[in-house]
């Protein structure tokens, strides 16, 4: 599987190919799904551009990129989004449109009943475990684990030359995940080495503006959908034999 992330915290300064609108959102997604990618994972925004649980703007973008795409469609449910952990409940609570699945970083306080109360709305729980957190241990730990989706084992060293040690320390301490199907991804400098990693592994991946602004030569993406493409190249390329 190869997700597309489509905006992440980036802002209207990191160029106008981060879609920021319903709308920008939607025909980003379209392009992406258009170039390989099978699900999509979307962080709803207010008018003015902030990260946002609000039931208002989590309905406006799912509806927008649903009228376009035919795939299953995610959200964050970020720490940043709300100001705490009674609040992201309340909030994911208050939905009126559902996502088809939402992250939920373990590592962060309250991971446990927003995963919960996602659950018993019929939303899938997508577990984001994080290099450098104590998440895999809570993640291991955890009653609900083995009812999640899927786990985003997500590398964040701050350079790609750790890339490829510090993702098999992360899948080891993640461990058989409960049984669930892991996807594996990077940020910024560690995106495209996990990337052709996640591939010679065999697990799902994700790539878009969210994890990195640029393609493996260092020419800024145009798009999602730039991205998607030359993702599923290098993915393809890293699991066929050498």
């Known amino acids: 599987m190869m997700q597309v992330c489509l905006n992440g915290v980036r802002g209207a300064g990191d160029g106008v190919a981060v879609p920021m609108s319903p709308g920008d959102s939607a025909a980003s997604a379209a392009g992406a799904v258009g170039a390989g990618a099978s699900d999509v994972h979307v962080h709803p925004r207010t008018p003015c551009g902030q990260d946002t649980l609000s039931p208002r703007a989590v309905a ?29 409940l309340a909030r994911v609570r208050s939905w009126t449109v559902l996502p088809d699945h939402a992250s939920v970083n373990w590592h962060e306080p309250g991971a446990e009943e927003l995963a919960a109360a996602l659950l018993d ?17 809570r993640f291991a730990a955890s009653p609900l684990a083995p009812r999640v989706l899927r786990v985003l084992a997500e590398v964040t060293d701050p350079s790609p030359r750790t890339a490829e040690d510090s993702a098999p320390a992360l899948l080891a301490a993640i461990g058989t995940a409960h049984g669930a199907p892991v996807l594996l ?17 065999g697990l799902a991946t994700r790539i878009g503006l969210e994890d990195t602004l640029v393609l493996p ?10 991205l998607v493409a ?10 066929r034999p050498s």
Do not use: F, K, M, Q
Not at 61 to 84: F, H, M, N, Y
Not at 185 to 201: I, N, Q, Y
Not at 230 to 239: K, M
């Open 185 to 201: 991804h990077g940020a910024e400098g560690d995106t495209w080495p996990v990337l052709r990693l996640a591939g010679r592994l």
């Open 230 to 239: 030359e993702g599923l190249v290098r993915y393809e390329a890293a699991r």
């Open 60 to 88: 406006a973008v799912l509806d927008a990129i649903r009228a376009r795409v035919d795939v299953p469609v995610g959200v964050t449910t970020g720490a940043w989004a709300e100001t705490g952990p009674a609040a992201r």
């Open 121 to 137: 709305r019929g939303i899938g729980v997508e577990a984001g475990v994080r290099s450098g957190t104590d998440g895999a241990a």
């Open 217 to 226: 030569d260092g020419r800024r993406a145009s798009s999602n959908a730039e």
